[in-house]
């Protein structure tokens, strides 16, 4: 029978990654840690479900930015970092409390991204976070050229700031909250979404859950006690 666990207030302390480790243990899966640079070697033992502790460096860029980098690029300009084994976070934080380095900073959705994550994947881009799916044209690109997508938890933005060490702005400041910054990271945690071998845990994770309905629908036929 699938196994059920819940989240309840006080029934944990520690990081956001210490729970979701619990919680990954607690159905056979240890979590991975990766540190920056993210290069080949590094990505390639990850697989699709994973539960992964970023740690190190990672690049934050939305929409705005992001455009900028396109018209930069075709302009024969450079990029205001070089993307070669770097980890891109598509995120907009709040303003820092005090004392703390970055305010809330959950993931945007990262389909707004896809025109123009090729042009950074294509210069050595390995590690994408967001959230939600990527096109086709995407992800056959990352396959192409050997870069992973990661999901960040959802709903839980002000608990990822706890995992920012550090954030500087490093391009594009008139951007406001979508300029390019600079994180510094340790067990950030996400979940691989997709990675290089071809797993999606967009159609791999609900092909599970059903399964796993199927599985308990018919546990729960079978205890049923047989008609007079």
Known sequence: MTQRLQLRKGAWQGTLFDWATQVFEATGRAARRVKSPFSFQKIDPLTSGDLVALSGVLYVARDAAHARMADALASGQGLPFEPHNQGLYYMGPTPAPPGRPIGSCGPTTASRMDPYTPMLVKRGLKLILG???????????????GCVYLSAVEGMAALLAQHVVSASVIAYADLGPEAVLRLEVRDFPAVVVNDLHGGNLYVSGPAQWARNQDSDSDSDSDSQPASQ
């Open 131 to 145: 959230k939600g799916q990527r096109s086709q044209e995407v992800i056959d690109c990352m396959h192409a050229y």
